[in-house]
């Protein structure tokens, strides 16, 4: 599964910006699990889960960003959101979009975009 984000970029605090991220699926992926958001901020060892939305539609959220960011998908398509209103500096950090999948074999596994670079201004 290769994904392709968009959507990065400088923004003030208090602004918005959307990630996209579309995946590209192969024959041998039985179906897609999960589809979610990570981040990785200036000087943090490990990404941290954002938002992640399942095949039923349930989002689970960080804490951080609960009310202010919504992930959402496009139903019909594997295509993705993450809409990010009320953008604090604290946001600041490289996204990553994720996708978890089964394949053909049973065999799960993750898969991660390139990432895409959020700065938020004070």
């Known amino acids: 599964v290769q994904l392709v984000e968009s959507g990065g970029g400088l923004v003030r605090t208090g602004g918005s910006l959307r990630l996209s991220c579309v995946p590209s699926v192969p024959p041998s992926i039985f179906s897609i699990n999960t589809m979610g958001w990570y981040r990785q901020a200036p000087g943090k060892p490990q990404r941290e889960l954002v938002a992640?939305?399942?095949?039923?539609?349930?989002?689970n959220y960080a804490d951080s960003v609960k009310g202010r960011f919504t992930v959402s998908r496009d139903y019909g398509k594997t295509t993705f959101h993450l809409q990010m209103n009320s953008l604090k500096p604290e946001d600041t950090a490289v996204y990553y979009c994720n996708v978890g999948a089964t394949g053909s074999l049973g065999e799960f596994d993750l898969y991660w975009g390139q990432g895409t670079q959020v700065t938020v201004s004070s």
């Open positions: 992640q939305i399942d095949g039923g539609g349930n989002t």
